[in-house]
């Protein structure tokens, strides 16, 4: 018999009617075996999400303030969720360990991870599958990183005895014996780690649209899905923005060379998406992938005549901002100028030191800031070495007036990145997806 993960999103997981469509979608599939849940979702635009309702509660408890109110409202959704679905599960020890240890000061992270924990126990009990509390086999290192060797060993160790298992998303075990989260959006990654721990034939990712689509829905009516994308591609989409699925989910899969599909729960009969290692040729070149961004960059950009024949100026540039704990992402170059595109996140209280340093360490001829940068990826394994591809995005930019600050073309040549103004940043994503598919 064949062995299929399968990843559960919140929306796909708000309440009992959701619930049910997902246990038709097991129970019609024996290989659906390891089943990874996240905490309940939005169940319209202006619901809230349980994980960030248990992140308020860590909040308010921190600020003296009772958490008895917003738990209640945690705790009633689960108490519908169980009633209407009539599974026999008793949460009511459960709710009233994680209100007392949450009143009692416990840490964010089990505040969160506990939406999933409940989730994961709701749904081994309507199934009739094995628990198994990913903080057993889910490890982070003393950086807080994933420790991958460990979590695969012993994933793959302890699901060999379950043939059939819920395996709750989003949290493991840290390397001091403490629940520790994944980034937001995280339970894409327990689902990854899941389906190389099993060697399963593939890891499906159900959520709330048919599929990765052409650009964000929320920016642009109506994107086009795409059917097939190499995992590469998809690590570009999904970094930049495109956050259907977590970035960081491709690397358990793509190791193990399992290929990953995208469904949407509400329509279980559309295609989805398929990631794979090798998506084949372009049928035709000219075309595009998928468009991303995301926003809040700040761009500081350094001019030093005959920078390029200063040996070491490369590296005391980026000495200044290693020594400020600082991560960035994007290095445009020139013969005299070198630019850091570094996300506001990573700035904070931090841009005046880092100046003074640049100016105590590379002596330079200028230094410009450039804050509320928006950065726009527009990725395809079909650009490279296609001259249309540039004057078409550019050209799209241009004819609605949008003023390009910055141009990145990565190595890997499937990827163009442009900086904008943040104010810019949908109109531009609007103009590049109509240029490639009007
Ligand atoms: P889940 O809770 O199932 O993990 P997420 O909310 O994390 O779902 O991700 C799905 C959402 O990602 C979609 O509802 C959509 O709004 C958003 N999204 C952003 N960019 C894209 C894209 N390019 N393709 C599909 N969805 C996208
Ligand atoms: N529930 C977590 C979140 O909202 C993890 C996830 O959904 O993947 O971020
Ligand atoms: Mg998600």
Redesign the pocket.
Known sequence: MGTKVAK?????LADSEQIRKVQLLINADSERRYIVP?AP?KRDASDRKITDLLYLCHAQVRQNVPIGEVFTIIADRYREIVRDLNVGIDLEPHLEEIEKKISEGASADYAASRGEFLNGLILSALLDYDFVDPYEIIFFDKYGRLDSERSQTETKNRLSNHNKAVIPGFYGCSHDGKIKTFPR?G??ITGAIVAKGVNADIYEN????S????????IVEN?RPIDTITYRELRE?AYM?????HDEAIFPVREAGIPVKIKNTNKPDDPGTLIVQDAGPVTHTGTIT?I?GRKDFTVITIEKALMNAIVGYGRRLLSVIEVNGISFEHMPSGIDTISLVIPDSQLENKLDNILKEIQSECAPDSIEVNPNMALIATVGRGMARTPGIASKLFGSLAEKKINVRMIDQGSSEINIIVGVETDDFENAQRAIYQSFTG
């Open positions: 559960f999103g919140g929306t796909s996240s979702g959006g339970s894409d159900w959520t709330d649209v599929g990765l689509l052409m650009a964000d829905p929320n994107p989409l923005g495109a956050n259907v699925i998928g991303a």
